[in-house]
């Protein structure tokens, strides 16, 4: 079976209209309703999933906010045992300086005491 021209003609012609008549433009009313349907699911799904994300990042928030507590106490209690090794190094060097004076002031009287009974 052979198209003729005519044939050709006729069906480039129309072949348009009858794809807008079968376009998804205008659908048929059960398939709207479909698509209202699934719109209106996939907004609550939308509004839900706001509502997760806003959960999740207020509990970051307060996650944040313990990590920051926790820096903190960590952060004095690390100034407390440096002051605290500061303290030890402080007496320390109060007590090597006294062991040094009494060092020196013994060994000047030993010697002042050896040059004295060498002299006599």
Known sequence: MNLATED???IKEHLGEWLAEQSLGKPPAVYEIELRERMVRLEEELRHQRELIKTILEQMDKRFEAVD???????KEMDRRF?????????LTRRI???????????????GLVVTILKL
């Open 97 to 111: 300086d006294r062991f040094m004076i009494w060092s020196y002031a013994i060994t000047l009287t030993v010697g």
């Open 8 to 10: 050709i003609r006729f």
């Open 83 to 91: 002051d605290t090794v500061d303290k030890r190094f402080e007496a």
């Open 69 to 75: 507590k926790r820096f903190e106490a960590l952060q």
